[in-house]
């Protein structure tokens, strides 16, 4: 999966779902817009932003930067967009990315992991993350699966939009 973002901190609660998908992400929470293109540009990711004014300029204008405006306030319907607007479909590589600091997760043994996470997730969990940078535990709780699901919705729901098919999700 080569393609890669940088979100503008107008739009940050996507960031945490596009790493969830498991898309190389970056976010900032002060940036301004012209760092944010020079980084873009240098490191070919696409721009989420609701600022018109990125979509504006000339390396938007003239297709060197791929920009993304979203008209939505919610950031699984900002998820849909952007999956929409690039015909993404990448269940498979969902959870594989820490979501505070975008660092791909290493899978750790059960024993690796015993005085890191809470004992009654260690009786009923077998298999763990952990992310290399933050040391953070990630397992398939009920908050997991809660995301899960969530992501399921959104990726079936633009995938009918994709085909053009008219689609209600429930979200
Ligand atoms: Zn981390």
């Not at 503008?8 to 002060?30: H, I, Q």
């Not at 760092?35 to 018109?52: C, F, N, P, Q, S």
């Not at 306030?73 to 993404?88: A, F, G, H, I, T």
Request: one cysteine or more; glycine letters at 4%; proline letters at 4%.
């Amino acid at each position: 999966m080569d393609i890669a973002f940088i979100v503008d901190s107008n739009a940050g609660k996507l960031a945490r779902w596009l790493r969830m998908m498991g898309y190389d992400t970056l976010f900032f929470n002060d940036i301004e817009d012209g760092r944010l293109v020079d980084m873009a540009m240098k490191e070919g990711r696409v721009v989420v932003t609701r600022d018109t004014q990125i979509a504006k300029r000339r390396v938007a204008a003239n297709g060197s930067l791929r920009v993304i405006v979203s008209r939505e306030d919610d950031p699984k319907q900002q998820l849909m967009q952007v999956m929409r607007e690039l015909n993404l479909d990448c269940r498979e590589t969902q959870f594989t990315r820490c979501l505070e600091c975008n660092q791909r997760l290493i899978p750790r043994e059960k024993d690796e992991v015993r005085d890191l996470v809470p004992p009654y997730v260690f009786r009923t969990q077998k298999q763990y993350m952990q992310c290399p940078s933050c040391s953070r535990v990630y397992w398939q709780g009920t908050h997991w699966q809660r995301m899960k699901k969530a992501l399921d919705d959104i990726a079936a729901a633009s995938s009918e939009r994709n085909q053009g098919e008219k689609a209600s999700p429930a979200i």
